[in-house]
């Protein structure tokens, strides 16, 4: 009985958290919009020509982004992942020219994403549980579901990062650069902005499954 009653609880637990999970489950992304700005204005130089011009503007937007954030008291991880790199990649062109930032930046990249969000689940801290804790109310924060879902989803980050540190690593080859550095990335963010989606909806239907078993009386205690 009392294995039961502590079933139903969190079992309960877990439904109010999937809930609120579900109104979150779009902003639990790996950059902010402005982010995504500073991403893209880089890439739009890069491709004309203009490395170095294109750091400096990330840095721009980055910093000030980060600035903000700051004043509001929640300085994001990726945000700082994201200047770190325009900050580095500046470094690089400063002292040592094009050249060595024109052949590694995509590794770079992608590798101090990777880094960051390993270290961010060795850490007990996954980076998607900041973008989870700006949607969800406090109280929920220590949800069973809470954690262990964005453990998840950020380990599933990690792996993409990776996967795509190592491709653009073959790249330098210089056979199938294309496919290798941008068609393969592509699909990898579009599956892990897909699995974004889909996952907190497949968490809350296990979540309803299992409470209706225990409201039925389907649950079977552990000694």
């Not at 024109?102 to 590798?111: D, E, L, P």
Request: hydrophobic share 55%; aromatic share 12%.
């Amino acid at each position: 009985m009392r294995d039961m009653t502590g079933a139903g609880r969190r079992g309960a637990e877990f439904q109010v958290a999937a809930a609120r999970l579900e109104n979150e489950k779009s902003a639990v992304v790996t950059v902010s919009s402005v982010g995504i700005v500073a991403w893209g204005l880089y890439g739009v130089l890069i491709v004309l020509g203009h490395p170095a011009a294109a750091v400096c503007v990330g840095i721009v937007v980055m910093l000030a982004l980060v600035m903000r954030e700051y004043r509001q008291g929640a300085v994001n991880i990726v945000d700082c992942t994201s200047l770190s790199f325009f900050v580095l990649a500046l470094l690089t062109i400063v002292t040592t020219g094009h050249g060595l930032f024109s052949i590694y930046r995509t590794i770079a990249a992608w590798g101090i994403f990777a880094v960051v969000a390993w270290a961010t689940l060795v850490a007990g801290f996954p980076f998607t549980l900041q973008y989870a804790r700006e949607r969800a109310p406090r109280e929920m924060w220590n949800a069973a579901a809470f954690l262990p879902m964005n453990v998840i989803m950020t380990l599933v980050w990690a792996v993409i990062f990776t996967l795509d540190t190592i491709l653009a690593a073959l790249a330098l080859r210089g056979r199938y650069v294309l496919l290798l550095e941008v068609v393969i990335p592509t699909l990898t963010l579009v599956l892990g902005y897909a699995f974004n989606h889909f996952y907190p909806e497949y968490l809350r239907k296990r979540i309803d499954i299992a409470s209706a078993n225990v409201r039925s009386g389907n649950y079977v205690g552990k000694n």
